[in-house]
């Protein structure tokens, strides 16, 4: 089966990306179940119910996130409610929401995808090797096909993710840093790994912010709002080829799609 994995939607350049570019890709590469990194799609910091389910209407089958999940507060109860949207894991107990689901595929087949979040340079939260190797038990109980974004800053602590879930997941896929890596490759025992799916959003930024912000924050270290950019939008992430009998990842591409303007 194909799965497609975008990378961080970043406000709303990024829903346009998503309302723009996404049915077509579906289309093109013959996807079969889509997740999308929505931590950042309400002004370039959280997201909301509203626009969650506006993502999830468009093509989306699952929204994961990472550390500004909370960043709205209407999204917290929602967590309960919408079983479509995961927060990290391996946040404490009693957390709102969950960090893993099984969903079922339009051809009909299981998909389970685990929601981690890092440490090293970002909340001392419960260890996401343990807590993942845990959730991964329980989730191959309904289905082998295993899809993990490990939302973390360090590229070390990516891959090393990778390599401990090698064989255990069909794929482990960095997010949060925005920027696309070109190391996508399968695993001795057949994961599907990459640093960072990228961003969806205006590439015209640093990271999706406006770049005069950007500058000025680091320039004088004054705390000046972010402002989500608005040119030059993309939709960045991969299509990954799994084997639905075994769960094994056959082929991992990265895609960069432009939106094209009227």
């Keep these: 089966m194909r799965i497609l994995f975008i990378g961080d939607i970043v406000g709303k350049a990024g829903r346009q990306a998503i309302a723009g570019i996404l049915a077509r890709v579906i289309k093109d590469y013959g996807i079969e179940f889509t997740i999308a990194n929505g931590e950042n799609a309400a002004g370039g910091m959280g997201i909301t119910p509203v626009i969650a389910i506006e993502i999830l209407d468009q093509g989306v089958d699952v929204l994961t996130s990472g550390n500004h999940i909370w960043a709205k507060k209407e999204i917290i109860p929602f967590l309960n409610?919408?079983?479509r949207i995961l927060r990290p894991a391996n946040y404490p107990e009693g957390v709102p929401g969950q960090g893993t689901g099984v969903y079922e595929s339009s051809s009909g087949q299981k998909v389970g995808v685990l929601n981690l979040e890092g440490r090293v340079f970002m909340r001392h939260l419960d260890c996401p090797f343990r807590v993942g190797e845990r959730k991964i038990e329980i989730l191959r109980?309904?289905?082998?096909?295993?899809?993990?974004?490990f939302h973390a800053e360090a590229t070390s602590e990516k891959m090393a993710?990778?390599?401990?879930?090698?064989?255990?997941?069909?794929?482990?896929?960095?997010?949060?840093?925005h920027i696309q890596t070109s190391d996508e490759k399968i695993l001795s025992e057949g994961t599907a790994y990459i640093t960072d799916v990228g961003m969806t959003g205006p590439l015209d930024s640093v990271i999706g912010i406006r770049k005069e912000i950007a500058l000025e924050r680091l320039l004088t270290q004054v705390p000046w709002k972010f402002d989500v950019a608005t040119e030059k939008i993309e939709l960045q992430g991969v299509v990954i080829e799994i084997d639905s009998k075994t769960g094994k990842s056959q082929n991992i591409q990265r895609i960069k799609v432009p939106l094209k303007k009227n």
Excluded: C, P, Q, R
């Design 81 to 83: 409610e919408e079983s």
């Design 141 to 149: 109980s309904e289905t082998n096909i295993l899809v993990v974004d």
């Design 161 to 177: 993710m990778g390599w401990f879930l090698n064989g255990k997941v069909s794929a482990v896929l960095g997010t949060h840093t």
